[in-house]
């Protein structure tokens, strides 16, 4: 879902987005499993969303796991669309579980980069430290309650933490796709973004924007804390992704 999120803020298809998750409208979790599993609605939901004259204005990153070593990648997109983006976008959104087989690229098996690093924030800070690129702010979106990236980074770019779990109130529908209950999380997480927007962007300078987006955190921190989420048993097992890891070989570009 961030990777989707990701490909239509850079390539300005937000509404297009909001739209495909209307559409969805499936209450039921047996309904959802059989399209996801036995109709590949993932696969089609890609097809459908990427198109030959989109075009990438802002770095897009997202990670694939590769298996049985259970080594981790990072593909950036950036520019005009290439047909090779569709091919890993498929294989990024093959969660266990959820598809017979994984996908093959590269001679190896490959499935969701969530099972080693759900909340990809490493290849943005280590393309800037590379000197590669230089951000002035960046937004991760993620609904684990107990996610810190201050645990593992020390950077003077601003961080601006959307955790749509909190706006949410920490709801526990994970699999409530209705069509009513979309429509309720899309209101509660555009007043949520709208507000931190007001609070953040409204500031020119970089120093002033780190501050509030800290402020931000620590006022959600606390009750974030009280709370635990599905997504906080993967962050567990992205602790040997992440060790697993290869310094020199995981940035990827398509081109």
Known sequence: MGMFTAYAASSGKMDELEALYRDINIGRKAQLFWQVFAKNMLLEMIDAFLDVRDELHIPVFFPISYIPVFSVRYYELLGKFNPVWEKYMNAASNFPLLKVFPNFLNHRFAIDGGATDNIPLYPLLRTRQDGQGEFDVIFVLHFDTRYDWRRDFVTDVPVIDLDVSYCNDFSKNHFDFSAGY??????????????????????????????????????????????????????????????????????????
């Open 182 to 255: 979309i429509c309720e999380m899309v209101g509660k997480s555009y007043e949520y973004g709208k507000a931190l927007c007001d609070r953040v962007l409204t500031l020119s300078d970089k120093t002033d924007i780190k501050a509030v987006a800290d402020e931000i955190f620590l006022e959600e921190h606390e009750k974030r804390m009280h709370v635990r989420s599905v997504d906080t048993l993967v962050s567990v097992l992205n602790v040997a992704g992440k060790a697993l890891r290869n310094e020199k070989r995981c940035m990827k570009k398509l081109y």
